[in-house]
């Protein structure tokens, strides 16, 4: 079994206590709509993808509706975010296989989620986490590198630093933890400008402890 060092406890009781939030900033009603905004929310802000969304939903609110759209109804919707034309092909055809594979509804395996088109391991592991309570990590750039700086993974792929994480922190909190990682990467411990001095977890962080720059 792999060790970990003994602060990462401390780190992650802090975050337990003291997260910024425990919810996404993504704006949704339901599993259908969570999908379609964190597919679109690839490589792209929360706020523009909440910007784009009431307007597409509002056309196509399930993926019965969605599914009987043109890819260029639905670029049309989504024209403002990155890389609109691959977008407004996954989520047509993300909608035709929820039709025809599971009966219109979004799937709460981790497998059965990764076989939709647009939906890969971090998406996946969103929509679980978030709208089924799965004990499950969805790690993201940011998640990415707050783990890496805090030390709570020297993964080299998501799927490691995954693994990791999840080896510390217990199944009841994992839903909420995804939260507490990105919004502090977000907000707080950013790639280029990292704000070290209103961290509550820098008296812990490897990196300053070391001398490092971030």
């Given at each position: 079994m792999k060790k970990f060092p003994a602060r990462n406890?401390?780190?992650?009781?802090?975050f337990r206590q003291n997260a910024i939030s425990e919810q996404s900033e993504l704006r949704f009603a339901n599993a259908f709509e969570l999908i379609v905004a964190v597919i679109l929310s690839a490589q792209c802000t929360d706020k523009r993808v909440n910007?784009?969304?009431?307007?597409?939903?509002?056309?196509y609110p399930d993926a019965a509706a969605?599914?009987?759209?043109?890819?260029?109804?639905?670029?049309?919707?989504?024209?403002?975010?990155?890389?609109p034309n691959n977008k407004a092909s996954h989520l047509l055809k993300m909608s035709k296989?929820?039709?025809?594979?599971?009966?219109?509804?979004?799937?709460?395996?981790?497998?059965?989620?990764?076989?939709?088109?647009?939906?890969?391991?971090?998406?996946?592991?969103?929509?679980?986490?978030?709208?089924?309570?799965?004990?499950?990590i969805a790690v993201d750039t940011h998640v990415f590198r707050v783990a890496h700086r805090l030390g709570l993974?020297?993964?080299?792929?998501?799927?490691?630093?995954?693994?990791?994480?999840?080896?510390?922190?217990?199944e009841?909190?994992?839903?909420?933890?995804?939260?507490?990682?990105?919004?502090?990467?977000?907000?707080?411990?950013?790639?280029?400008?990292?704000?070290?001095?209103?961290?509550?977890v820098s008296h812990l962080c490897p990196k300053l402890l070391e001398g490092s720059k971030l």
């Open positions: 406890r401390n780190i992650i009781e802090w910007m784009v969304t009431p307007a597409l939903l509002k056309a969605m599914s009987k759209a043109t890819e260029k109804d639905i670029y049309g919707y989504i024209k403002s975010v990155s890389y296989m929820l039709l025809s594979d599971f009966g219109g509804t979004v799937p709460d395996g981790i497998d059965d989620l990764m076989k939709l088109p647009g939906v890969g391991r971090k998406t996946a592991n969103v929509v679980a986490s978030i709208c089924y309570l799965k004990p499950v993974s020297a993964g080299k792929t998501p799927y490691e630093v995954e693994q990791d994480l999840e080896a510390q922190i217990p009841a909190d994992r839903a909420r933890a995804h939260h507490w990682l990105i919004l502090h990467g977000r907000y707080v411990c950013k790639a280029q400008k990292p704000g070290c001095n209103d961290c509550g």
